[in-house]
């Protein structure tokens, strides 16, 4: 029907009703309709009569409309399909889709989906909704390999510059995923940008003081890599010849030290 009040209105009445007579014609319609309304309104018919497969889902993810591929997206959160179906749509053009995808891939806790989350927050610099919405689908558990995907992207040993994902794996990681994070951070390459070092160091002690109380609580080598990062800041601070934005971020870094960070 082209009246919009009359299509929820039968979906409505389907789905109070149970009326599982109506999955085949459902079906049949996301198969041979050309109408994209057509084929999303039988998708959410189909998502409440609990009667959507993953067969059939994973088949709307490729849709030629990008709202029917937005709304199957957002139901392969409860409908598990194949995990390399969600990641393959990183390359989808339009962005509501991968704002979806952000938040979705949180639902699955496999390597491929921890890869994806960490490439779509370093394709997504600059877009504060995917960046936001892709923070959202952090967890306990995969935050460490969120991380470690992260720091791969970055390359040749780099840090990368965004610091929210250090903060959140201080925040909602167990010492084991904290200690690793600060591991990353210090091993990093020597010549990575010295203003990125500090910025990265400086999350690093400010969400450790807000966490645990500070650096004390990982004693050994996890501090000596932190070390290194306050000796460079100690270096650059007093030379004269290094440029203000470096001085300021070494000298930023140092007063946390000093402050018991």
Known sequence: SPSGWQRDLA????????????????????????????RLHSLCTLEGLLALSAETLESLLDDTDAGVRRHAVRNAADVRVVVAVLTSMLRDDDAKVRLELAATLGSYDEPAAHHALARLLDRSEGDPFITATAMSSLTPKNIEAVVEAYFELS????????????????????????????????????????????????ALVNSLRDRVGGVGAFPGPVSDLLARGFGRARNAAVLRSEVESVRLGAVELLGLVSAGG
């Open 11 to 38: 979906q409505r009445l389907l789905i109070e009703q149970g009326e599982l007579d109506c999955v085949p014609p459902l079906l049949a319609i996301i198969r041979e309709s050309k109408n994209p309304l057509a």
């Open 155 to 202: 390359g040749d040993g780099g840090i990368p510059g965004d610091f929210e994902l250090l903060r959140q794996a201080v925040a909602m990681g167990d010492q084991q995923t904290i200690a690793r994070v600060i591991e990353l951070v210090g091993a990093r390459r020597e010549d990575s940008s010295v203003e990125i070092v500090f910025g990265a160091t400086a």
